[in-house]
Nanobody, 122 residues
Framework: QVQLVESGGGLVQPGGSLRLSCTASGSILSINRMGWYRQTPGKERELVANIDNGRKSTYADSVKGRFTISKDNNKNTVYLQMNSLKPEDTAVYYC????????????????WGQGIQVTVSS
């Protein structure tokens, strides 16, 4: 079974920074896209940023200029550098992997991590 393991969450003051990491473990042949979503109570899960295997990145308008997504293909790891954090960035952040192909040929179209808390105090 392929798993996504997240780290790097925590508590910061407004204007502070955090870096989230997510590593896909297992016998993985390829991953088409990895990224980050976030969710707060009473709201739907929303895209924060993602990056495809061609290194093209996409960002939510609310985080453009503040967040940067990157990927280490050899480690199957995606990072999210979050700068100039605002209270409205407070959420549970979920790592996501799309179209994961294992060495055995098995395909997982959409895979989620457990989620990590990011809290920006006011």
């Amino acid at each position: 079974q392929v798993q996504l393991v997240e780290s790097g969450g925590g508590l910061v003051q407004p204007g502070g920074s955090l870096r989230l990491s997510c590593t896909a473990s297992g016998s993985i042949l390829s991953i088409n896209r990895m990224g980050w979503y976030r969710q707060t109570p009473g709201k739907e899960r929303e895209l924060v940023a993602n990056i495809d295997n061609g290194r093209k990145s996409t960002y939510a308008d609310s985080v453009k200029g503040r967040f940067t997504i990157s990927k280490d293909n050899n480690k199957n790891t995606v990072y999210l550098q979050m700068n100039s954090l605002k209270p409205e960035d407070t959420a549970v952040y979920y790592c996501n992997a799309r179209n994961v192909i294992t060495d055995s040929g098995r395909v997982t179209y959409f895979l989620w991590g457990q989620g990590i808390q990011v809290t920006v105090s006011s």
